[in-house]
């Protein structure tokens, strides 16, 4: 349950190149709902209204297929991360997430 809430908040970081693809509403929809998840009190980890210019922007440089450690990996690389700020740290955070495992003893 708790991993698929986490997608379904921070979802399109999962497939950075198809942001091309969906409209600017729902794009920035979702960068709303992701600040709210990264905000505590009065900090933000995000600005909602660079991210979704950031990540639109960055979608043109990404290959399809892309995973998030490849686009950050990428960042690093071609020493992008304070040219999509918002973005490097929207994916350092998803990528530090801890992942719930279950497994069943039956």
Partial sequence: MQLKEQSSISGMLYDIPKLLTIPEEDL???????????????????????????LKALSRYISAGSTPKAVLKYLCTNKMTTLFQNAFVALRILLTLPVPVATSLS
């Avoid at 929809?29 to 660079?50: K, Y």
């Fill in 28 to 54: 920035h929809q979702q960068c709303r709902a992701l600040e709210t998840v990264l905000t505590h009190e009065d900090m933000r980890n995000i600005d909602v209204s660079d991210l979704g210019d950031q």
